[in-house]
C-alpha cells in the first residue's frame, strides 16, 4: 500500500454514461497526477496539479475529461459521454516537491465501457 | 519512434536466474524511474535515479546519463519477481514518460 487510494477499483458502464473516479493521495503531497493505461501499453500522461491549481493537460484529454482538485487534497476524474475507447486503467500518483518528485501509485480503477 | 524504449518486450526465467531489462530513452531527462506492476494494475516505485547505481535487496539500477541508458538487473530470480516492469523517464517539465513496459515470467 503506497498510501495512495483510488476508488472505485472497477467501474462497469455503459456507453454514454458519465463516470468520476476520486483519488486520495498522501497527505502532504502538494502534486498530483492522473495517467491512463490501455492494455499491454506503458501509462500515459493526461494531467497534473500542483496544489489546487491544475498545471497542465495533455492533448489526450479531450472536452469529454474534467478533473478537479478543489482543495488541494483529493481529487477527481470526470468522464462525460462515455465511449468504447476510454476502457481502461486510470491511474492518479502524488508526489512531493521535496522529495525530488519521486511518485506513488495508486492501485488504479479499471474502467470498462459496454 | 517511443520516447523511451524497453527490451525485452517479454522475458521468461527459470528460478534462480540472474536477469537484465533495458532502457534508452531519447529525450533529455531530470530523472529515470523503474516501476513495478502486478497484474491487478497496481505500480510501486522501485527506484529513481539521475546518475550511477542503485542497490535494493536483489534488485540492481544502473543509469549511463551520456548513453540514455539505464538497465534493472534482478539476482536470484524468483517466481515472485513475475511482474511488468516499466522504465519510466521525467523529462524537464516534470511529465513522466512511459516505456511499453517488460513482461518477466519466473518459473520454478
Known amino acids: 500500500d503506497t498510501g495512495v487510494s483510488q476508488d472505485p477499483r472497477h467501474k462497469i458502464t455503459k456507453r454514454g454514461q458519465n463516470v468520476t473516479f476520486r483519488c486520495d493521495p498522501i497527505?502532504?503531497?502538494?502534486?498530483l497526477y492522473w495517467y491512463r493505461q490501455t492494455l499491454g501499453q506503458g501509462p500515459e500522461f493526461l494531467t497534473y496539479f500542483q496544489n489546487e491549481a491544475q498545471l497542465e493537460k495533455s492533448r489526450l484529454l479531450s472536452d469529454r475529461f474534467s478533473a478537479e482538485r478543489p482543495k488541494g487534497s483529493f481529487s477527481t476524474l470526470e468522464i462525460q459521454r462515455t465511449e468504447q475507447g476510454d476502457s481502461a486503467m486510470y491511474l492518479c500518483a502524488s508526489s512531493l516537491d521535496a522529495e525530488g518528485n519521486i511518485q506513488y501509485f495508486g492501485a488504479g480503477t479499471r474502467l470498462s465501457v459496454l | 519512434k517511443n520516447e523511451v524504449e524497453q527490451s525485452p518486450q517479454n522475458l521468461t526465467a527459470q528460478e534462480g536466474e540472474f536477469i537484465t531489462i533495458n532502457c534508452s530513452y531519447s529525450v533529455g531527462i531530470s530523472a529515470l524511474h523503474w516501476l513495478q506492476q502486478h497484474p491487478g494494475g497496481g505500480i510501486v516505485s522501485l527506484f529513481m535515479?539521475?546518475?550511477g547505481k542503485k542497490k535494493h535487496g536483489r534488485l540492481i539500477a544502473t543509469i549511463n546519463i551520456q548513453e540514455k541508458h539505464s538497465s534493472l538487473h534482478i539476482t536470484a530470480s524468483h517466481p515472485r519477481d513475475s511482474a511488468v516492469y516499466i522504465c519510466a523517464v521525467m523529462g524537464q517539465d516534470d511529465k513522466l514518460i512511459f516505456g511499453t513496459g517488460t513482461r518477466l515470467q519466473v518459473f520454478p
Open positions: 497527505s502532504e503531497h502538494n502534486r
Open positions: 535515479l539521475s546518475s
